[in-house]
C-alpha cells in the first residue's frame, strides 16, 4: 500500500512547489513536437543515483494533471504512454515518441538523488503538423515584356505557416516591381521583363518542418532583336552552302530570306542547299514575332560563289617546305649523277685513246749492252692494260689516271732475253699512237708470234709503283 501512495505524495508536492516554465531541471521552457516524430526532455542533471522519480503532464484542454511514469523500486508506465517512452534512470530524461497534435501541454518532473535534495522541473510542449502539399499556382499566360504583369500564389498543409520566394537561388523581396501579400503566399510582378522567367520556387516552414514546391517558369514574350545572319562568305560550286538567321526572341520567330531582295522560299532558321553560280549575292534575313507582332531584318549578307578549283585541297607551308627540299635534292643528285656519267665517259675516251692495243706487242727502247746483235731494236714485250686505284702508290702511269698497262719480255726460241728496263709511259704512248720502232727483222716478228710451244711469254714481276 505504501507504493500505491507514493505516486499520490508526489503529485502534491510538483502542485505545491509551484513550478514555471523552465526552472529547474528542464532548462527549456519550451519544445516543438512534430506529429508522427519524437521529443526528448532533457534534464540538466548529470549522471546521479536516485532513488524515485516521476513524471507527469497537464494537456491542453485539462485541467488535471496525469501520471506518465514512476520509478521507486518498480517502475509503472501509464498505458496511453506504453511503448512511447523511454526513461533514462541516471538523469531522469524522458523520450516521448509517436508524437500527436492531442500530446501539447505542460510535462514536469520530479527527482529524489540519494542523499540530496529533491530536484523539479516544467516545460511546456507545442504540437505542430509537418508541412505538406506545398503548391505554386500560376495562372499567367500570354506575357509581353515591359507590358504584362504576372501574379503566383502558393498553398500547403500544416499549422503556423511562414511562406518565402525564390528565384532560382536568390530569395525575393518586395520592391517597385514586386509585391508579397497574404502573408508572403502570393507574389505579383508588375511590368515584367524577360529577367522575371524563374524558376520561381515557393519555401513554406513552420517551427518543425518545411517544404519547398516544385518549380515554376513564367512564358513571356519578347523580340524580335539582334537579327543576324552567320555563315561563310565565299564558297565553291557544288559545296554545301549553309546560313543561319539568329535572334533574341521568344518565342522563336518566324523567318523570311531574301537574295538580292527576291524572296526564297522553303527555309526556316537555317538556309541550305547545294551552291551554284547563281546562289551569289546579297542575302538578308526577316524575323518576326507572332506573340509581340514585332519584325526585325538582319544586315546585309555577301556571299560569293565561285568554280570549283582544279587543286581542292590547299597544302600546308610544312608540305610545301618538304617538296621544295625534295625537288633540290633530286636536281642535286641528277647534277651528281650527271657529273659523275660524264667523268665515267671521258675517262673511258681516255683509256681508248691511250690503251695500247691489248696482246699486241712493242720492242722497247735497246739498252746499252743488247746482246742481241746490230738490228736489234731492244727487248720485245707482251703488253695487257687495266686500271689501277690512285692509292695504290706511284708509276709512270699515276698522272694519267687510274689506267695501268703490264709488260711482259718475250723470250725467243724459249730463251729468255736479258732483263731490261719497261718503257716508261711516255715511250709507251709513243710507240701505241705514232709510228714506233718496227722489229728488226720480220722473222724476229715472227718469232714473236709464234705458238706457245716455240715462244714462252715470262710476265714480268718487276713493280711500278
Known sequence: MERLAFPFRLSVVLVLTGLSHGAGVLPLDLLNGPVGGS????????????????????????????NIVTLTSTNHTEAEYEGRITLYKSTGSLELRDLSLNDSGHYSVALFPVGGAQLTGGCRLVMYEPVSNVVVLNNNTDLLEFNSSARLSCSASGFSLSYRWLNGSLEVTASGRVQLGDGNSSLVIFNVTRYDRGPFRCQVFNPVSNKTSDPVRLSISYGPENVRIEGAAEIEVGQTLELYCIADCEPNPDFVWRLNGTEITGHDAALTKTASLTDSGEYTCQAKNSMTGKTLESRKHDLSVKEKALVHERLSVGAIAGITVACLLTAGGAVVLGYLSWRRCKSKEIYALKKPPIGNTFIGPGSGNDQEGPGDKGPIYAVSNGFQKRDAGSSPFQDQGSLFVNYAQVAKNGMPRTPSTP?????????????????????????????????????????YN
Open 423 to 463: 718503257p716508261l709511259f711516255d715511250n709507251h704512248m709513243q710507240n701505241v699512237t705514232t709510228p714506233g720502232a718496227q722489229p728488226a727483222s720480220q722473222s724476229e716478228l715472227a718469232d714473236s708470234r709464234k705458238p706457245p710451244g716455240e715462244v714462252a711469254i715470262v710476265e714480268d714481276k718487276t713493280s
Open 39 to 66: 521529443v526528448m526532455f532533457a534534464t540538466s542533471e548529470a549522471e546521479n543515483q536516485f532513488y524515485a522519480m516521476a513524471w507527469r503532464v497537464l494537456k491542453d484542454g485539462h485541467s488535471v494533471e496525469a
